[in-house]
């Protein structure tokens, strides 16, 4: 009896998942290549890519931005969000070639001549993280959150960050770590601290 | 102001400035010069015989450097484990026994070449019958191994260390208790499912070979490189000290980067064969298929009792799923449960749990690790008997806990040393707050939505913190790999000559936040101000002996090492001090970056000008050797034992079964506290992953063994919206194991949460008759018990 050995193995598939092995198998060598052009965190980049290299790939393999991270693979964890034009995207489910022209700020890029984004700041001093992997995208998810809603509610806030998935926080001061920069964004003074800090 | 820590202070997290900018380093962001990439033909059958493998055509492919199957590397030798019942070889050798059982190891010039390699790789099987059904294991219906007379690997009982007679002797006194006429016996069949760790970076290796140097150095994420090292040195046949194992962060864990796995061999092995750094990454699915799994036990919990709520007997029978092969603790995990058999109660307490193989996945330490599965039936079993006979649960809980006064050292029923508790003082500590007072009006207020309210509630104890030495015994070491050494804790503090320190540990976090914690115990034993102390872990090359991070053991017992080995420093510092300061050594105290006299604080010596010394030995005290660093190891005498109350409120909706968490509350006692920040976060992380069991996770085979949930789409976890904020406190009763009374935290948050979220949605249903839920508790299967409570009605 012969079969394909990978066919029922992968027979559950998801249809993003097909698509990022696919980008994958196009950044074989001697696939046809084609040149793209973006700005990426202020500044302007071209390369050449083949056609339906991912987003993702491009950030972490080309410019060498790995703090951009791959999680999943199919859009659900959102570890590899990055701001496309104004907008969180997950990267492993948008073609380099769909982001010519764009403006993208990965993680690298958020703080400005060395100081924190205020969401930085939060996710730091309300301990927002744990191990730091979906830290980047949860970042920047929360980063265009606050952009579209100033004065979120704890609900929205959580809707907002529905779509990125954290295994270590439970979430609990990741929402605190937003409302800290949300109120720091408006030029209030955070809520206290559950804690008291000593240093 | 103090800029030295005292232990219990929060301090923000020193390693977040990199994390939180995209400039932390974790495996794959490795991309050595000539790097090859590794793709696994997987097998799509649960059991079947290898009839033939073809890899020529995927040999001809573009980039494509070596394709290897059993036959290039059987000669290793099975993959080491400490509890090897079954040994899992390194590539499938003739028969798989699990999907996606790795068969044929392909290395390219890229990923993407080496995965289309796999493609073309051209393998037959023949299937076997597959055995997937608990019940069918233990009654060995189809057996999973040839040449192994049943499934069944071993099993546990308790109370532990009583043979067959005593086991009887109780069973005979329990069949008494239960024919007496004042009792009442609850009994129920619950389900306790297979779950995928699912830590979000995925598992990646990547080795270099240095022929020169004859030095391998494997990069895993992994919580114990030293195992990985260990393994590694004994398994090529190179020596330990010219293996060095990095573990740089690992962007989670909880046990699934405990286990050794054969990727984590193969690879620096093909490193070494092609003289070319190898890389490995899996993907999701191979996360879900191939990295360890755990939980899966089917039992019935047996309580039988008084009608005014004195417990007489408790006892458990379970069928424990080990999967296909033994990895590393495997079969030890289900043991782990067994110290915790009888939680916090003083009941005769009969265990037996059976752990059969089947033709699945591993499974092995996941976040509590055996100690979930048995709070879980106990703390259902004890709230289905509450409801029975009409009392509060948590007074009778009460009512059958070990007093106070037993401690330290109270024995429990299924025969361990219980280092101290004051399990009464915790409860009532729950129960005298606002928030639960608030919860149990919310449960009885009247709703006008519709809506069913349960309030759940359960207490839990843990075993954790490994372990003491002569567990070595009972197979607790790293022994199966090579390093004979027990689960002790290791540190190693340095003061370098301008004052600053080192502290360099044998423990790594995946996500813990060891470099915080371990500078908050060094600041505060020396003074030197936290900006000056580093922390380094995960590197074996200049690390203490290490055995790594799992158990809830880190502080109490890798930072009872750390601890031990600055106050070594300390003193050594307190005699130069003295000869400094021409006073005596005992009136020597250390804050705020240096040491004074006592009474003197003018009388003072930066920590620089007594580093200044101990290296420039002649300007030493006479007999003192030169240097300032110290380096301990600490084993400690038991483990730990935290304990702790959870409530929670939920409303269930009637028409679609759909479960909201209205309100978490928990009071954990782990001992003492260094940083509540982070503590604090262990138990939000911990119960989130509760929750997610008792609502949404199952990693579910199919009758013929394909698993079905191998991507986030079918193993949802929790996301944002499926939690409350929680509301923590504590009590706190200091362990007299270690020497700074700490207890564990990971694992805690965990343990508590499941069953006290089944106990509110039963609360809930229980007006309609129904009497238990089991897990997960999706939509469907609370709307199905509504439906099945009122037909029977």
């Known amino acids: ?199 | 102001m103090s800029t030295t820590s005292a232990l219990g202070g929060v301090v923000r997290r020193r390693e977040d400035p990199a994390l939180i900018q995209g400039k932390g380093l974790y495996v794959d962001d490795l991309n050595l010069h000539g790097m090859l990439h590794v793709a696994f033909v997987r097998s799509p059958f649960a059991h079947a015989k290898i009839t033939s493998i073809d890899t020529a055509a995927a040999q001809a492919m573009p980039g494509v450097r070596a394709v290897y199957t059993a036959d290039d590397v059987r000669h290793l030798g099975l993959l080491p484990a400490q509890a090897a019942a079954i040994g899992r070889p390194l590539l499938a050798d003739g028969e798989v026994n699990h999907m996606g059982e790795a068969v044929v190891m392909v290395l390219a010039e890229t990923r993407a070449q080496a995965q289309d390699a796999v493609d073309a790789v051209d393998a037959d099987y023949d299937p076997l019958p597959v055995v997937i059904d608990l019940k069918e294991a233990l009654a060995n219906t189809n057996l999973v191994h040839e040449g192994v007379e049943s499934n069944t690997l071993i099993t546990w009982t308790a109370p532990f260390g009583v043979e067959e007679d005593g086991l009887n002797e109780l069973r005979a006194k329990i069949d008494e208790y239960k024919a007496r006429d004042d009792v009442v016996t609850v009994s129920l069949e619950m389900v306790n499912q297979r779950l995928i760790p699912v830590a979000i970076e995925p598992r990646s290796v990547v080795a270099e070979w240095s022929a020169g140097y004859q030095q391998m150095t494997v990069h895993s994420s992994s919580q114990t490189i030293g195992a990985v090292a260990s393994a590694v040195a004994g398994m090529l046949g190179i020596p330990y000290n010219q293996v060095r194992g990095i573990a740089p962060e690992v962007g989670g864990g909880f046990g699934a980067k405990l286990a050794l796995y054969a990727d984590e061999l193969l690879i620096p092995w093909a490193a070494r064969e092609l003289d070319a750094p190898v890389k490995y990454t899996e993907t999701r699915r191979e996360a879900a298929s191939n990295t360890i799994q755990g939980r899966g036990w089917l039992g019935t919990s047996t309580i039988t009792g008084t009608r005014d709520g004195q417990v007489l007997s408790y006892e458990i029978d379970a069928i424990c799923d080990m999967g296909a092969y033994c990895q590393d603790l495997t079969v030890a995990i289900p043991f782990l449960g067994v110290f915790v058999g009888s939680g916090q109660y003083g009941f005769d307490t009969r265990m037996q749990l059976d752990c059969v193989v089947t033709n699945k996945q591993t499974t092995d330490a996941y976040r509590g690790a055996g100690r979930p599965e048995a709070i879980y039936y106990l703390e259902r079993i004890m709230d289905a008997y509450s409801r029975e006979i009409g009392m509060d649960p948590a007074q009778v809980r009460m009512k059958n806990y070990i007093p106070s006064e037993s401690f330290p050292g109270a024995m429990s029923p299924v025969g361990f040393a219980m280092d101290t508790g004051d399990y009464a003082m915790n409860l009532q500590t729950m129960l005298d707050s606002p928030e639960y007072s608030a919860m149990k009006a919310a449960r009885d207020q009247p709703r006008s939505d519709g809506k069913l309210v349960g309030l759940g509630m359960s207490t839990y104890v843990e075993a954790c913190g490994f372990g003491p030495s002569a567990l070595v015994d009972l197979g607790f070491s790293w022994s199966g790999y090579g390093q004979p050494s027990a689960f002790n804790g290791s540190g190693l503090v340095r003061v370098n000559p301008d004052g600053t320190a080192n502290v360099i540990i044998g423990t790594g976090p995946s996500g813990q936040g060891h470099q915080t914690t371990w500078a908050q115990i060094v600041s505060n034993e020396l003074g030197i101000e936290m900006d000056k102390i580093r922390v380094t872990h995960g590197d074996t090359k200049d690390a203490p002996i290490t055995i790594g991070t799992f158990g809830s053991r880190s502080a109490a017992v890798d930072g009872s090492a750390t601890f031990e080995a600055s106050r070594k420093v300390r003193e050594k510092a307190a005699r130069i001090a003295a000869d400094l300061l021409e006073a005596s050594e005992a009136d020597i105290q250390f804050a705020d970056g240096g040491a004074h006299v006592a009474g003197s604080p003018d009388k003072r010596v930066e920590w620089a000008a007594i580093a200044e010394v101990a290296y420039q030995p002649h300007r030493m005290p006479d007999g003192e050797e030169g240097g300032l660093e110290a380096h301990a190891i600490f084993s400690p005498g038991n483990a730990t034992w935290p304990f702790g109350s959870v409530a929670c409120l939920v409303t269930v909706d009637p028409e679609t079964g759909d479960v909201s968490i209205e309100q978490w509350m928990s009071v954990d006692d782990c001992g003492n506290v260094i940083n509540p920040m982070i503590v604090d976060g262990q138990i939000h992380g911990g119960i989130a992953q509760g929750v997610g069991q008792a609502l949404f996770e199952e990693a579910i085979y199919d009758d013929e063994g394909n698993l079905l949930t191998a991507g986030l789409i079918d193993y949802p976890i929790v996301t944002a919206v499926d939690v409350p904020m929680f509301n923590l406190s504590r009590t706190t009763t200091p362990t007299d194991v270690n020497p700074m009374g700490v207890k564990g935290i990971g694992e805690a948050g965990t343990i508590g949460a499941a069953q006290t979220l089944v106990n509110a949605v039963v609360d809930a249903l229980a007006p309609l008759g129904v009497k238990h839920v089991d897990m997960p508790m999706r939509p469907r299967r609370v709307w199905q018990a509504i439906q099945d409570a009122k037909a029977s009605a």
């Open chain 1, 1 to 199: 009896m012969v079969l394909g050995t990978n066919l029922r193995f992968f027979r559950h598939i998801g249809v993003v998942e097909a698509r990022f092995q696919l980008g994958l198998n196009f950044l074989m060598k001697g696939e046809p290549h084609m040149q793209v052009s973006m700005t990426v965190n202020g500044q302007a980049v071209s390369g050449d890519v083949a056609p339906r290299t991912l987003l993702v790939h491009y950030l972490r393999e080309d410019l060498r931005l790995t703090g951009t991270h791959v999680g999943c693979e199919t859009s659900y964890c959102g570890a590899c969000t990055v701001i496309v034009d104004g907008k969180a995207v997950k990267s492993c489910t948008m073609l380099t070639a769909q982001a010519e022209g764009a403006e993208i700020t990965t993680i690298e890029g958020l703080a400005e001549n060395g100081d924190l984004h205020p969401v930085q700041e939060g996710f730091w001093e309300r301990h927002g993280l744990q191990c730091g992997f979906c830290t980047p995208g949860m970042i920047l998810s929360a980063v265009t959150l606050l952009e579209e809603n100033a004065d979120p509610s704890e609900d929205e806030i959580r809707l907002g960050i529905e779509g990125n998935l954290c295994r270590c926080t439970g979430y609990h001061n990741i929402v605190k770590a937003i409302e800290y920069a949300g109120a720091k964004l408006r030029g209030e003074e955070p809520a206290p601290a559950e804690w008291e800090v000593k240093a």
